[in-house]
């Protein structure tokens, strides 16, 4: 990738600057944060306790895509990310499993022992996505699986607070618990969306790149934690999980970067591959224009299937 220095040089202006207004203020959750006392003589939600114990084992090898996103960092020539990643997003991402995994081993609702067991099976399974992938490509990979997690973690949070358990004190905790790392994955989106508009600012021509990391996109839990993982749908429908905001946000993200033209092809691309959350009558317009998919960034049907989708939205 040979990119002009003064684009390059702007980037990193940018984002450093962005970085200097926010990382000093930035510090990891702690044990020491929460109340732990509140959990004595209380009992869990069963169901619910599974959704907190997939999220943690998902949250508990940080180190695995950390090593991913810094090789983007510097095959691309990108301290900015470097050093986001260094500075706060692994210190943060590191002490997300840890306030989940005690609150399941208190509450009883799953031993220490089985616990670490599944963890080092995630950490065994490694993560998969992202090998060769430019800085810019990591960002859009990272902004769509923090929008996610957040939203999750939102979800789970809400449907807390909407029980009459809520009052309870373990109750309470673990809303905290929720309310303070869904904070953390919804700053750390911020970052990789604001990182993605700052390169595109400057290098609009790489717009393929956002539309291909969007497409290759999967949630990291499909590999590290798959026999997890496939009960999420259902958890999504119990704990009434925004998909419309979701897909909002997805297209209204990718329209800044890409325009529409960059969300038609990247969903007419996707729906080649995956079940997606769409209208059967935008389920329909993409099956028809399946044959079309692989046409350029400039096709007209790019932008057709982009106007209706984000209209629909």
Not at 134 to 148: F, K, P
Request: charged share 20%; hydrophobic share 40%; proline share 5%.
């Amino acid at each position: 990738m040979n990119y002009s220095t003064y684009q390059t040089e702007a980037i990193e202006k940018d984002m450093h600057v962005f970085l200097d207004r926010y990382l000093p203020k930035r510090k990891p959750i702690s044990l020491d944060d929460y109340d732990w006392s509140a959990i004595e003589n209380s009992s869990a939600d069963v169901e619910f306790m599974e959704a907190v114990a997939f999220v943690t084992l998902v949250e508990s090898n940080p180190e695995a895509p950390a090593q991913v996103l810094l090789a983007a960092s510097d095959r691309s020539n990108s301290p900015w990310l470097r050093r986001f990643i260094t500075e706060t997003w692994l210190q943060e991402e590191s002490m997300h499993a840890v306030p989940y995994k005690e609150y399941l081993i208190r509450t009883g609702s799953y031993s220490r022992t089985f616990i670490e067991t599944e963890i080092k099976k995630v950490i065994d399974r490694g993560f998969i996505h992202g090998s060769g992938y430019t800085e810019l490509q990591a960002a859009t990979y990272g902004w769509l699986q923090e929008l996610i997690t957040w939203r999750f973690y939102e979800t789970m949070r809400e449907y807390l607070q909407n029980q009459q358990s809520a009052e309870n004190p373990s109750t309470k905790l673990l809303i905290k618990i929720l309310d303070d790392i869904a904070k953390q994955e919804n700053f750390h989106r911020h970052v990789y969306k604001t990182g993605i508009a700052t390169i595109l600012k400057y290098q609009p021509f790489r717009k393929n790149e956002v539309v291909k990391a969007a497409v290759q996109f999967t949630m990291p839990g499909h590999h590290m934690a798959p026999e997890w993982q496939s009960k999420a749908p259902h958890w999504a429908t119990k704990y009434n999980f925004p998909i419309k905001k979701l897909i909002q946000d997805m297209t209204k993200g990718l329209v800044e970067f890409t325009g529409y033209r960059g969300l038609g092809q990247a969903s007419l691309l996707y729906g080649l591959h995956n079940k997606i959350f769409f209208p059967w009558h935008l389920r329909a317009l993409i099956n028809v224009l399946k044959p079309v998919a692989n046409w350029s960034y400039n096709s007209p049907f790019n932008y057709l299937t982009g106007r209706i989708i984000a209209k629909a939205f």
